[in-house]
């Protein structure tokens, strides 16, 4: 069965510093995708940053990267520089892309930045 | 670029009422999904749609959901009879084959 996990259900940053916020994954498709979702309070949902399961590189897209690490099946996203506004829900998804394109969502971390 | 249109916006009904919510994909979006989203969990899949065939409605509570895409493009999602537990966010999402998804505003459901 596919899963994402998500074990930190809130976490607390210090404004400007970086966080890490983990995902892990489950899923014995060979062609996925990863990705990360923004929703903050107003409900709305952001996407964030994509990482194909054959990328080499870890995406970046300015202040968010994705540290993905096959082998350990982990996506974590990495936030430099936190700021105010980063306060919200963040969830990562998988997205299978041989079987239907079912896309999936871990259950999310609450991402507080103190000023 | 027009983005996922779903409405209404805001339901309030009472137990064993029903309701149905609307979504409009992206014009061109083959992919349509339907999640649940309880406060404070992330989203559930509840059906998902490829153009208006169904791919997946294994977590739809088939005694109470029902869903339909007309003609591969908008879709109803419909809860009849209500219960106090589908209290929830309503979000429809469409995607092109291998893109992210574009999520609609959500519909918001209160069952009291």
């Known amino acids: 069965a596919q899963k994402i996990t998500q074990t930190q259900p809130g976490m607390f940053v210090q404004e400007k510093e970086a966080v890490t916020l983990d995902c892990t994954y489950d899923?014995?498709?060979?062609?996925?995708?990863l990705f990360w979702y923004k929703q903050p309070s107003s409900g709305e949902m952001i996407f964030l940053i994509y990482?194909?399961?054959?990328?080499?590189q870890n995406a970046t897209e300015g202040r968010y990267s994705l540290n993905f690490q096959k082998a350990r099946k982990s996506a974590n996203l990495v936030i430099s520089a936190s700021q105010l506004g980063d306060s919200a829900m963040y969830f990562c998804?998988?997205?299978?892309?041989?079987?239907?394109?079912?896309?999936?969502f871990g259950s999310g971390t609450k991402l507080n930045v103190k000023p | 670029e027009a983005g996922v249109a779903q409405s209404p916006r805001y339901k309030i009904i009472e137990k064993r009422q029903s309701v149905a919510f609307w979504c409009n994909p992206i014009?061109?979006?083959?992919?349509l999904y339907w999640y649940q989203q309880i406060l404070g969990q992330g989203p559930k899949l509840l059906i998902q749609f490829q153009n208006n065939g169904v791919v997946d409605d294994s977590q739809l509570p088939k005694d109470r959901f029902s869903a339909e895409r007309l003609k591969g493009v908008d879709s109803t999602l419909k809860i009849q009879p209500a219960k106090l537990e589908d209290s929830a966010v309503y979000l429809c999402?469409?995607?092109?084959?291998?893109?992210?998804?574009?999520f609609g505003s959500g519909t918001q459901l209160s069952v009291l």
């Open positions: 990482q194909g399961s054959y990328d080499e």
């Open positions: 998804a998988m997205r299978l892309l041989y079987n239907f394109n079912k896309f999936y």
């Open positions: 999402a469409s995607s092109l084959v291998v893109e992210k998804l574009f």
């Open positions: 014009s061109g979006h083959a992919t």
């Open positions: 899923t014995s498709d060979q062609s996925y995708g």
